[in-house]
């Protein structure tokens, strides 16, 4: 899953993983098993990956997912003979930047920046194509 942790003005934040400098990203994950529900696995990831403790229903769910085949140097974190992989895509509003407490040997650094510059950073195509639809999101917000 694919979750883009942001503020009401839309200022995302942004891991870098570690051993690969300028890889940045939203926070990712995958499910622990398979009956896990996702929205309950993006919770667990958002926890793991920032300190960041979500309620239930304080992430969104989007409705929409992107497949695409896995980078080679990443195959080895899921199942044998798994090539692609579908993300899941959530956001989550914490209400102001706040200092995050990263995963150890997962990520080395975060940073927060506006929407824009955000999704520029990101390496990801999925990750950026999501930023970039936050504003339209947020418009169509209740």
Same mark, same amino acid.
């Given at each position: 899953?694919?979750?883009?942790?942001?503020?009401?003005?839309?200022?995302?934040?942004?891991?870098?993983?570690?051993?690969?400098?300028?890889?940045?990203?939203s926070?990712?994950?995958?499910?622990?098993?398979?009956?896990?529900?996702?929205?309950?696995?993006?919770?667990?990831?958002?926890?793991?990956?920032?300190?960041?403790?979500?309620?239930?229903?304080?992430?969104?769910p989007?409705?929409?997912?992107?497949?695409?085949?896995?980078?080679?140097?990443?195959?080895?974190?899921?199942?044998?003979? !798994?090539?692609?992989?579908? @993300? %899941?895509?959530? &956001? /989550?509003?914490?209400?102001? #930047?706040? $200092?995050? !407490?990263?995963?150890?040997? @997962? %990520?080395?650094? &975060? /940073?927060?920046?506006?929407? #824009?510059? $955000?999704?520029?950073?990101?390496?990801?195509?999925?990750?950026?194509?999501a930023?970039?639809?936050?504003?339209?999101?947020?418009?169509?917000?209740?």
């Amino acid at each position: 899953m694919l979750v883009v942790v942001h503020t009401p003005a839309l200022d995302v934040l942004l891991l870098e993983r570690a051993g690969r400098p300028g890889y940045w990203q939203s926070v990712t994950g995958s499910l622990e098993r398979a009956d896990e529900p996702l929205a309950q696995a993006a919770r667990r990831e958002v926890a793991e990956e920032t300190g960041i403790e979500a309620r239930a229903g304080d992430l969104v769910p989007w409705h929409l997912a992107y497949t695409f085949e896995i980078y080679a140097q990443w195959r080895h974190r899921f199942a044998p003979g !798994t090539t692609h992989n579908t @993300e %899941h895509v959530f &956001s /989550l509003d914490v209400g102001a #930047r706040r $200092a995050v !407490t990263l995963a150890p040997g @997962e %990520h080395g650094a &975060s /940073l927060w920046l506006p929407w #824009r510059e $955000a999704a520029a950073k990101c390496f990801s195509w999925s990750n950026r194509d999501a930023i970039l639809q936050l504003m339209a999101r947020r418009g169509a917000a209740p």
